[in-house]
């Protein structure tokens, strides 16, 4: 079976080039090989490669920068989608698509499921909410959040970057959450290429957590693993205090249950993961010095 991998150089898009299951063969395409800005090119790359199931990995992820930049959110979050999806069903391709918690708008009271109204309060979230709508009836749909992989550019590195260089760290601790790991995203979206679903489903780590705790947890680990050499303050903070260009929804929580029920998935916690991403980061530094 051949899979066709979009986004390939990034975050998800290397864990799933790097977990690739067996029987399976994957093409990855990074933005250089397959630009999505251009939609035209998408039916001929497809036909191409001819492949059984395409995971899309590539979006525009840069939240601030997509609110003065919508058409380039669009084109790549949504009208791409609209194009591969399109394709998919042309070629008979299975398409697995990523989306995001940020198409919800946090006034939910408990975890958000899958069938939960949207309401999307960025342009990156409606971007993406439109993405979920191309991608169609026929394709599996993971929705997941805050999600970091080794080597990747995310909060985990942005905090690890802080944390040596400043004396002090400020982050929101009144958005809540759940990190989620770039592998453990990955296994899900071969899972379910592998079974043929198609649908919406959730998937982000266990637990609960605000920016602030995570980024404490990094701190935490970090100095453990000997990857901080001392501590800096981190301190809690109101999102009125770290103005951004985007909104972002105050409680964003995926519930994942029904996702690891079809998958047999055990939960685990973000934190066992966070140590995982510190432990492969590190060991991935050690060997480009060596
Ligand atoms: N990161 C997160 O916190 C979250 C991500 N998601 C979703 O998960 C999926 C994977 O995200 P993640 O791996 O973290 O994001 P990354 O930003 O790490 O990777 C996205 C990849 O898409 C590529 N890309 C951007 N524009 C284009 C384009 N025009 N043509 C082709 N490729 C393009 C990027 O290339 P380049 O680097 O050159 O821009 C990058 O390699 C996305 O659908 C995202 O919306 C959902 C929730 C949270
Ligand atoms: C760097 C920094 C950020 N923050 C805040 C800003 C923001 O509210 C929160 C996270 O910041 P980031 O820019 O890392 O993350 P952000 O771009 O908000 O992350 C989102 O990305 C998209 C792609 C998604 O789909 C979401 O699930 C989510 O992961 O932390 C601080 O409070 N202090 C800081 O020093
Ligand atoms: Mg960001």
């Known amino acids: 079976m051949k899979a066709l991998i979009t986004g390939a150089a990034g975050q998800l898009g290397r864990a799933l080039m790097d977990a690739v299951p067996e029987g399976w063969e994957a093409t990855g395409l990074t933005r250089a090989e397959l630009d999505l800005s251009d939609p035209s090119v998408i039916a001929r790359e497809v036909e191409a490669h001819r492949p059984d199931a395409i995971l899309n990995a590539a979006a525009y992820t840069a939240v601030d920068r997509a609110e003065s930049d919508e058409s380039a959110a669009f084109a790549v979050n949504a009208a791409a989608v609209g194009a591969i999806a399109h394709a998919a069903r042309a070629t008979g391709a299975r398409l697995v698509h990523v989306s995001t918690d940020f198409v919800f708008d946090g006034t939910s009271p408990r975890a958000y499921r899958p ?109 453990a693993l000997g990857m901080l050499e001392r501590a800096v303050p981190v301190l809690p903070i109101a999102t009125a205090d770290y103005p951004l260009p985007a909104h972002r929804p105050a409680f964003s929580l995926l519930d994942s249950a029904a996702t690891r029920a079809l998958l047999g998935q055990a939960p685990t916690h973000w934190r066992v993961n966070l140590r995982h991403m510190l432990a492969q980061q590190m060991a991935a530094e050690r060997g480009d010095r060596s």
């Open 115 to 223: 069938d939960d109204g949207r309401n999307p309060l960025s342009v990156y979230g409606r971007s993406k909410a439109a993405g979920e709508d191309a991608a169609g009836p026929a394709a599996a749909i993971v929705r997941t959040a805050w999600v970091y992989g080794a080597g990747g550019a995310n909060f985990v590195n942005t905090m690890l970057r802080l944390m040596r260089t400043r004396d002090e760290v400020r982050v929101v601790a009144d958005q809540i959450g759940a990190p989620t790991w770039a592998a453990g995203l990955a296994d899900t979206v071969w899972a379910l290429a592998l079974g043929g679903h198609a649908g919406v489903f959730h998937h982000s780590d266990a637990g609960v957590a605000s920016w602030y705790d995570f980024a404490v947890a990094v701190q935490e680990e970090a100095l």
